[in-house]
C-alpha cells in the first residue's frame, strides 16, 4: 500500500502558498482584457473552466505520471517598466539596447538565483511574497477605480461572439498549474491532505482572478489592453504600486513553474541531483524563454496561444486521457467517469482547436 505520508515534506499551508502561486500568475493581468474580448457572457465560460480544472487537477493526484508542459513569459516586466521608464537605454560593450528589451534581460537575470532552488519548502517562501503581490495588485487597481478618478462607469456588452475564442484562452492560461501540481502532491508530507489543498487555491484564485476582471472591466470597458497595468493613469501613487507589484509578480513564480521542465530534462539526461549540471539546465530554460520574451512581444495573443494550445492540453486533455487510460486497466465502473471525461476532452479540444486558430491568425496579422 503507498504510503500518503511522508515522514518529510512539504507542510500543509507551505502547500497551499505554492499551489495559489502557481495558478496566480500573469494571466491575473490579462483577465480584464478576456472579459472584454468575451463579454459578461464569458464569466460562465471561466467558471466552467475553474470547474474543469479542478477535476482534471483531482484526476492527476489519481495518475500521477501523467506529462507536464508549461511556459512562462518575462516580457510582462518589460512592458510595465517601459510605461514607468519610457526614455530609458542600455548600452553593453558598445551596443545601444531600447527599454524594453533591456528591462527583459534585467529581469531574467534577477530571477534567475531563484530558479536554482530544490526545495519546495524554500519555495514557498518565495511563494508568500507572490501571494501577497496578487492581492497588492488587486487593491491597487481597486483604489484607482475608487479613489483616482477612474469610476467603474463601463458597462461593457453581454456577449461578443468574434472575441469568445481569445477569451476562452486566456481563462485556459489562467487555470494552467497542472504542471507544477505532481511535484507540489509529491513534496506534501500528507499527500491526503491534496484534495483540500488543491479545492482552497482553485478557490481563492478564481474569486481574485473574477474579483480583477470584473473591476477592470467596469473600469475601461472596450478599451482595455492586454495588460490592465498599461490602462492605469501615470503618476499615481496606486498605478505605481500596481505596476511594481507587476514586477515582483512573476519573480516570485517562475522558479516553481520552471521546476517541472527542469526536473524532467535531469530524468531524460539521467544526471540524478547533480547540482551544476541542474544549475546549467535552469540557466538555460531562462536564458530560451528571455529569447521568446524578446522575439514575440505581443503579450495578450501569447499568452492566449499558450493558453488554448499548451494550457488547454496539459490542463484539460492529458489528466482526462492519462486517468481513463490508467483506470481502464483495473475492474472499476467507470460508466459516469468515462462520460464526464469524454465530455471534458471535447470541450478541451474545441478550444485548443479554435484558440489556437484565432490566435496564430491575430499573432500574424500583428506583424
Not at 551596443?95 to 530544490?118: A, D, E, N, Q
Not at 490592465?228 to 493613469?233: A, E
Not at 487510460?325 to 465530455?343: D, F, M
Request: charged fraction near 10%; proline fraction near 4%.
Amino acid at each position: 500500500m503507498e504510503n500518503n505520508t511522508p515522514k518529510s515534506g512539504t507542510g500543509f499551508f507551505k502547500t497551499c502558498f505554492n499551489g495559489v502561486n502557481a495558478l496566480s500568475g500573469v494571466g491575473i493581468l490579462s483577465i480584464p482584457y478576456a472579459l472584454s474580448q468575451g463579454g459578461w457572457l464569458s464569466v460562465l465560460i471561466f467558471i466552467t473552466i475553474a470547474i474543469i480544472c479542478f477535476y482534471t487537477g483531482i484526476l492527476l493526484q489519481r495518475c500521477i505520471d501523467s506529462s507536464s508542459l508549461v511556459k512562462t513569459y518575462p516580457d510582462i516586466e518589460g512592458d510595465n517598466l517601459e510605461k514607468l521608464f519610457p526614455n530609458a537605454n542600455f548600452h553593453v560593450a558598445g551596443l545601444k539596447i531600447g527599454s524594453k528589451p533591456g528591462f527583459v534581460l534585467i529581469f531574467s537575470l534577477m530571477v534567475l538565483p531563484t530558479t536554482w532552488l530544490r526545495s519546495l519548502s524554500m519555495l514557498a517562501y518565495v511563494a508568500l511574497g507572490g501571494v501577497m503581490a496578487s492581492v497588492i495588485l488587486i487593491a491597487s487597481v481597486l483604489w484607482v477605480g475608487v479613489f483616482d478618478g477612474v469610476g467603474f462607469h463601463e458597462k461593457g456588452v453581454t456577449v461578443n461572439w468574434s472575441g469568445m475564442p481569445t477569451a476562452m484562452s486566456l481563462y485556459a492560461f489562467c487555470f494552467s498549474g497542472h504542471a507544477v501540481f505532481p511535484m507540489i502532491y509529491t513534496g506534501m508530507r500528507n499527500r491526503k491532505a491534496f484534495p483540500m489543498v488543491l479545492l482552497i487555491c482553485f478557490i481563492i484564485c478564481t474569486l481574485s482572478y473574477g474579483l480583477t476582471g470584473i473591476i477592470g472591466y467596469l473600469m475601461y470597458g472596450e478599451s482595455l489592453n492586454s495588460q490592465v497595468t498599461l490602462n492605469l493613469p501615470s503618476k499615481r501613487v496606486a498605478s505605481n504600486v500596481a505596476i511594481y507589484t507587476t514586477l515582483i509578480n512573476p519573480f516570485t513564480k517562475f522558479a516553481l513553474l520552471i521546476t517541472p521542465i527542469a526536473e524532467a530534462i535531469e530524468d531524460s539526461l539521467h544526471v540524478g541531483k547533480n547540482r551544476t549540471i541542474g544549475i546549467l539546465i535552469r540557466t538555460a530554460l531562462v536564458v530560451s524563454t528571455t529569447i521568446v520574451a524578446l522575439v514575440v512581444p505581443f503579450f495578450a495573443y501569447v499568452v492566449a496561444l499558450t493558453g488554448s494550445f499548451l494550457s488547454s492540453t496539459v490542463t484539460i486533455l492529458l489528466p482526462c486521457v492519462c486517468y481513463l487510460k490508467i483506470s481502464s486497466k483495473t475492474s472499476r465502473n467507470l460508466r459516469s467517469e468515462l462520460v464526464v471525461c469524454l465530455g471534458i476532452i471535447t470541450i478541451g479540444a474545441g478550444v485548443i482547436v479554435i484558440g489556437t486558430y484565432n490566435s496564430l491568425k491575430q499573432i500574424v496579422h500583428s506583424f
